[in-house]
């Protein structure tokens, strides 16, 4: 059964860090594209981040570009999302998701984890 | 960035309506345009891809048509599980972006 499962949610101060971490099952992880989609309570999804599958070609929203990192252990099939200079606005669950199609881009998320809370308060 | 329209924001239905969201994009994204169905305290399910391609184990009464910049969501037969939170999203452009979502209620 493919399976994400993410961890390292929390509270955290405005302007602290948290590693977000999110480990893959069920698949072969390697071939595939994650993502970091995140929901700030009472609102709609936001894209944040994309690694293809060897990590090699990143891309940010405009919101997080700078501040946050995202980054893969393919030998551990794990996806993390590194989160600087935390604000309030970054409040949120965040998700990894998988892409659908193996070796690509551009393709929908057909697997999501349950999701890890980011509470940004002093 | 492409920016995603969904109307109407809110959708009261009955069970066994038939209802349609339009997606509407700035600029063309061809077919890449996926739906999505969210329900409070869950994470989104994945519905379609292409703009009208149906994932596997998703039911048939949900269809997706559309290209270019104007896409449709229509649900034949609205059942109890369907009131939730539909979003689109396209996968055509970085950044990626969804629509500000369509929530389904009950009539």
């Given at each position: 059964e493919v399976q994400l499962l993410e961890s390292g949610g929390g509270l955290v101060q405005p302007g602290g860090s948290l590693r977000l971490s999110c480990a893959a099952s069920g698949f072969t992880f390697i071939t595939y594209t994650m993502s970091w989609v995140r929901q700030a309570p009472g609102k709609g999804l936001e894209w944040v981040s994309t690694a293809s599958g060897g990590g090699g070609l990143t891309y940010y929203a405009d919101s997080v570009k700078g501040r946050f990192t995202i980054s893969r252990d393919n030998s551990k099939n794990t996806l993390y999302l590194q989160m600087n200079?935390?604000?309030?606005?970054?409040?949120a669950v965040y998700y990894c998701a998988k892409v659908?199609?193996?070796?690509?881009?551009?393709?929908?998320?057909?697997i999501w984890g349950q999701g890890a809370m980011v509470a940004v308060s002093s | 960035d492409i920016q995603m329209t969904q109307s109407p924001p809110t959708l009261s239905a009955s069970v066994g309506d038939r209802v349609t969201i339009t997606c509407r994009a700035?600029?063309?994204?061809?077919?890449r345009l996926a739906w999505y169905q969210q329900k409070p305290g869950r994470a989104p399910k994945f519905l379609i891809y292409e703009a009208s391609s149906l994932e596997g184990g998703?039911?048939?009464r949900f269809s997706g048509s559309g290209s270019g910049t104007e896409f449709t969501l229509t649900i034949s037969g609205l059942q109890p599980d369907d009131f939730a939170t539909y979003y689109c999203q396209q996968y055509n452009f970085y950044p990626w972006t969804f629509g500000p979502g369509t929530k389904v209620e009950i009539k």
């Open positions: 200079i935390l604000r309030a606005e970054d409040t659908g199609g193996a070796n690509t881009l551009y393709d929908a998320l057909d | 700035s600029q063309s994204i061809g077919s998703v039911p048939p």
